[in-house]
């Protein structure tokens, strides 16, 4: 197993990437979910956006959790468009009892929607990552596994290109693009999955890998985020840069999130930002097109601090108890049972979401560039929704992918300006976004 090097408290918006498992429930049994014994009964439904599990590897866990809570049924509901679906039912009320929290839910909203589920003190003994769903020292919602940034690579494109090592800085990173372009010409070297959308947010998840634990709050004290030398700007310029070298799809408005798996798997893809829990998936891709699953590799992000790369590691989607659940406890038994028996994390080539587990073999490439992980240092007390604050005040919806979408069709000529002018004016919405709301 691949060694921590660095391990801190976190409080990390992490994108996470859609194909983490969702949980949510429509009660089904008594008031308080227990039966003869104080035992958890009756019936919960579970909102994921597995589609590709949830009539085999989920309904094993379900046979599984049953063993021990017999009296529970829990069905499967699956989302495809789960942060855009869940937004609407969120505020229709109808969210089940148990889900995992939607990006779009700010920390000050988190006792709106959810149960606590113990204190920051209380939680933090035995998990990792309950900082980033938390709000006045309660936690709402805990990791189903932990995942590090940085990119999905197909080894043998990079190497066809003369690359076997992960380049040190953004040019070297283009530059390395350029290359498998003109090695591979039939080889897409970066896939940006434009329309799906969400992909785009996993590029945000990258903040830390520069600046360090530090790098949200001291994004919250910046009116020029997208300036030059600061961490916000190398994010985005990377991705604008890639994009205007022409190494990206020639149409990203017909990319296809499920399709791109394959096309990584079978090398006609070479590379896309990812977080690690994408590992295992293209892994399996590379294996149904009768490649080898070591092809696939996970490097880290082209920009290294004191000489050494940086990777941020935050808790995935998060699994919380609905404030409107009517079985509870039969909700929160699921809950942890899920957490602690069902073996999911390391399924997905996870990181344990416990204080005590190990790091898995997906990032064996980590150990070798003795990579460190970086965990984002918490919001100070009272400023825990100050960065979407400020962010929400701007309209720059910072771990979304609109304006990721927007700068990604001015690099390829599909809409008007520079990556100078767009980013002049997000910066100028950020700064009188932040008057605003820091005063």
């Known amino acids: ?83 855009g679906d869940m937004t609407v039912r969120l ?49 709402y919602g805990l990791a189903t596994f932990g995942t590090a940034l940085g990119y999905v690579l197909n080894k043998p494109v990079w190497e066809k290109a003369g690359v076997t090592e992960p380049p040190t800085t953004p040019q070297d990173f283009v530059a390395a693009l350029e290359a498998i372009k003109d090695t591979s010409p039939d080889a897409t070297p970066y896939y940006t999955n434009y329309a799906d959308g969400w992909p785009l947010t996993q590029w945000q998840s990258n903040q830390g890998s520069i600046d360090g634990p530090e790098a949200v709050n001291m994004r919250t004290e910046q009116d020029a985020p ?40 079978s090398g006609q893809v070479g590379s896309m930002v990812l977080g690690s829990w994408a590992v295992t998936q293209m892994q399996d891709a590379a294996e149904a097109a009768g490649a080898a699953r ?57 990181i344990a979401p416990q204080v005590d587990g190990q790091t898995p073999e997906t990032l064996a490439d980590f150990e070798t560039y003795g990579v460190e992980e970086v965990e984002i240092a918490p919001a100070p007390e009272g400023e ?9 005040a701007a309209e720059i919806d910072l771990n979304g992918d609109q304006f990721r979408r927007e700068y990604v069709d001015i690099a390829r000529g599909a809409a008007d300006g520079s990556k100078e002018s767009y980013f002049a004016d997000l910066n100028a919405r950020w700064a009188e976004a932040r008057a605003e709301v820091v005063g």
Request: glycine content about 8%; proline content about 3%.
């Open 91 to 139: 505020n229709s009320g109808d969210y089940g009892d148990v889900l995992l929290v939607p990006n779009t839910v700010d920390a000050d909203q988190l006792s709106t929607f959810f149960e606590p589920l113990g204190t920051v003190d209380e939680l933090g003994e035995k998990y990792r990552f309950i900082h980033e769903k938390s709000y006045d020292g309660q936690v």
């Open 226 to 265: 997208w300036t030059e030398g600061e961490e916000q700007y190398a994010i985005d310029s990377l991705l604008f840069d890639v994009v205007a070298a022409g190494v990206s799809e020639k149409d990203p408005t017909t990319t296809n999130w499920e399709e791109s798996k394959n096309l990584i798997g």
């Open 294 to 350: 070591e092809d696939i590799g996970f490097w880290p992000m082209p920009w290294q601090t004191d000489g050494a790369f940086h990777s941020t590691v935050s808790g995935d989607y998060k699994i919380a108890v609905s404030k409107n659940s009517e079985n509870k406890e039969a909700a929160e038994a699921w809950l942890y049972w899920f957490l602690d028996e069902s073996g999911f994390a390391a399924s997905q080539g996870g």
């Open 1 to 83: 197993m691949a060694k921590r090097h660095i391990l801190s408290v976190t409080s990390v918006t992490s994108v996470a990437a859609a194909t983490a498992l969702l949980l949510g429930a429509c009660s089904g049994g008594s008031d308080d979910g227990a039966g003869d014994g104080d035992e958890p009964s009756g019936s919960i439904t579970v909102l994921t956006n597995r589609t590709d599990i949830v009539d085999t590897v989920l309904q094993d866990y379900v046979a599984e959790f049953q063993q021990t809570y017999p009296d529970v049924d829990v069905e499967f509901e699956a989302i495809t468009d789960y942060e």
């Open 384 to 392: 825990e929704s100050l960065l979407s604050d400020i962010y929400n």
